[in-house]
């Protein structure tokens, strides 16, 4: 998909290929899944780029971008959680990728169920994270040195859960005749990208501002 869809249109597209039910489902997982990615995108763009890159944040501002890079990291966990949930919690319904093996056509619901089984377990240890840290604190790991650790949580531990979330919708969408999305290549406008650029023009502004004063000092202007 080259050109930008609202919400709307992408919803209409995949019902047109996919009928009203099992396409409404897709397209809202669809969505979830492109803003798991931009959110994953925005922080790699940030904090897994380069050390240079991590200097001039913190130049900027580091008390705000350490926040930032917790709350994002945690904030990506959680979203693959959601995604990767059951299709019930405490009584209520989940949008979630266990909804698609009832609503696919019986030729690929084995080969689908496969791939849900390699999201949950390359999902797990976000799920480790959202159950002692970040929807609760775990007491035991809190005060107990010698608790069990939370889950290791690596750049590359993430991508492999995001890629394999993306392999099921991937799979629905091939059986439907669509193209293969690759959800790293969406990019928004209003990305960090952006946000990076105006950081490192306002901190050239700021040192050569600063070189201007001083040598005006010099001079004894």
């Not at 080259?2 to 809202?28: D, F, K, N, P």
């Not at 750049?155 to 979330?165: F, M, N, P, Q, T």
Request: hydrophobic share 40%; charged share 25%.
């Amino acid at each position: 998909m080259g050109e930008e869809l609202t919400h709307e249109q992408v919803e209409q597209r995949y019902i047109t290929l996919m009928g009203q039910g099992l396409g409404a489902i897709y397209a809202r997982l669809w969505n979830e899944c492109v803003w798991l990615f931009w959110r994953w995108d925005d922080y790699v763009v940030l904090f897994g780029t380069s050390e240079e890159r991590l200097n001039k944040l913190n130049e900027a501002a580091s008390a705000f971008f350490y926040q930032l890079q917790g709350t994002l990291f945690e904030s990506v966990l959680l979203h693959m959680c959601r995604m990767t949930d059951p299709v019930k919690s405490r009584g209520r319904d989940n949008l979630t990728l266990e909804l698609l093996p009832d609503l696919v056509d019986a030729a690929i619901r084995n080969e689908l169920k496969n791939l849900l089984a390699s999201a949950r377990q390359k999902c797990e240890f976000a799920r480790g994270w959202r159950n002692l840290r970040i929807s609760h604190s775990d007491l035991g790991l809190a005060l107990d040195k010698s608790a069990k650790p939370l889950p290791a949580a690596s750049r590359k531990s993430v991508r492999e859960g995001l890629d394999a979330i993306a392999a099921v919708l991937n799979r629905v969408g091939r059986h439907h005749g669509d193209e293969h999305v690759r959800y790293d290549l969406f990019e928004s406008r209003l990305s960090a990208r952006a946000l990076v650029c105006v950081i490192e023009e306002g901190l050239k502004a700021e040192q050569e501002w600063r070189a201007a004063v001083k040598a005006q000092r010099g001079s004894g202007q």
